[in-house]
Each structure stands twice: as structure tokens, then as C-alpha cells.
């Protein structure tokens, strides 16, 4: 029994169409372009959330310890439901 690892060029044209034949052709093509189009709006995207998270810092900050603050007070109150509804030991 041999292990198949690629798949038969039948298969591949039958799975991707003539679409899919025509696009992995021209990904060559188009790739450079996407990237120079794309790299100045992933970069105004980076900027805009670094200067959203250096107006809100403060903010960002408080809301940090106010989530802290929600998360402990819930811990301790699955603490003292347990230690409710623990049974005694008897003695």
C-alpha cells in the first residue's frame, strides 16, 4: 500500500476549476500589487490603534482594575458558597 502524497493533476484541475487554475497563474502577478496597496493600510491600522490606546490608557487602565476587582469578589463568593454548603465533620 503506498501512501499518496500528492494528488492526482485530474483531481486538482476537476477541484479548483478553471478559476482556480487561472488565479494560482496570476498569483505571481498580483501578489506585489496587493503588497503595496496593502502595507500602507495595514500601517495606518497599527497606527490608529496605537494612538486610540494612548488616549485611552487611563481608561484602559481603570477598567483593568475595575475587571480584577469583579473577578475577586466573585472568587470569594464561590469560596463562601462552598464553604456553605460543605458538611460539618462530625466528632
Do not use: C, H
Not at 501512501?3 to 494560482?24: A, C, M, N, R, S
Not at 503595496?36 to 490603534?49: E, L, Q, T
Amino acid at each position: 500500500m503506498s501512501v499518496k502524497l500528492l494528488p492526482d493533476l485530474g483531481d486538482l484541475v476537476e477541484g479548483l476549476g478553471v478559476t482556480g487554475i487561472v488565479g494560482i497563474i496570476l498569483l505571481p502577478v498580483f501578489l506585489p500589487v496587493i503588497g503595496g496597496v496593502g502595507r500602507p493600510i495595514a500601517k495606518a491600522v497599527v497606527k490608529s490603534g496605537i494612538a486610540f490606546y494612548e488616549k485611552n490608557k487611563t481608561s484602559l487602565a481603570q477598567l483593568s482594575e475595575t475587571w480584577d476587582d469583579i473577578i475577586a469578589e466573585a472568587k470569594a463568593e464561590v469560596g463562601e458558597e462552598r464553604m456553605k454548603s460543605a458538611k460539618p465533620i462530625d466528632t
